[in-house]
């Protein structure tokens, strides 16, 4: 049992580049979210999705993209990097329960 | 728009003590509570979880109570250990509304407990 899979762990972009970092639950959740965590920070939601084709913003949407074509995977996607979106994104998965958390995506924009 | 605040921000106490983590929420058309523990640079793992129509949750040395109503929760530690030493994050799920399933975090409490 997988849970949620977020891919890849660690990245090094340049400012200006682009990149998508993918989760992936086999719960069959319908609720999926994205967060960023800034050192010694909680935890800020950027976008979240209630069903398969369904996405809403959270606090902090600004410079990212979601889509959510399948229920199984919702990527993220991060347009004209900035050195502000250096953070440790996390994705996550819920049901009428628990939410289940990926190991994080630690992403440095250089 | 739901905002968690928990209190304190930092803790410090002599392995076994007992202790109290708090939480509070502006918003009480929740579904859910939760507590997660988090590793420094780890993920999150849950800890307790309090439906909305719960009181309170016990997990072993852990209990959560919840007190819908006046937007607040608490997390109880017993006899705490050096083991327990990691940040401690609440979180809220929105019941209703144009947040409908949203889930907010608070800040965290950095537990640190010594021998």
């Known amino acids: 049992n997988a849970g949620v899979t977020q891919t890849p762990k660690f990245r090094i972009l340049k400012i200006g580049q682009s990149m998508t970092l993918q989760c992936a639950q086999d719960?069959?959740?319908?609720?999926m979210y994205w967060y960023r965590q800034d050192p010694g920070m909680g935890l800020k939601l950027i976008y979240y999705?209630?069903?398969?084709?369904?996405?809403d913003k959270g606090e902090v949407p600004n410079g990212y993209n979601v889509s959510r074509s399948t229920t199984e995977d919702f990527p993220l996607r991060l347009e004209l990097a900035a050195p502000s979106q250096t953070s440790v994104y996390f994705c996550?998965?819920?049901?009428?329960?628990?939410?289940?958390f990926g190991q994080g995506t630690r992403l440095t924009v250089v | 728009k739901q905002e968690v605040t928990q209190i304190p921000a930092a803790l410090s106490v002599p392995e076994g003590e007992n202790l109290v983590l708090n939480c509070s929420f502006t918003d009480s058309a929740i579904y859910n509570l939760q507590w997660f523990r988090q590793d420094p640079g780890k993920g999150l793992t849950s800890l307790l979880l309090i439906q909305s129509s719960q009181r309170e949750q016990t997990s072993g040395r852990l209990n959560a109570s919840l007190d819908k109503s006046s937007g607040r929760s608490t997390l109880y530690i017993a006899a705490s250990q050096p083991g327990d030493s990691a940040t401690y994050l609440c979180a809220v799920r929105d019941a209703g509304g144009t947040s409908y399933g949203k889930l907010t975090f608070g800040q965290g409490t950095i537990l640190t407990v010594h021998p």
């Open positions: 999705s209630v069903g398969a084709g369904i996405t």
């Open positions: 719960m069959n959740h319908n609720y």
């Open positions: 996550a998965s819920s049901f009428t329960g628990r939410a289940f």
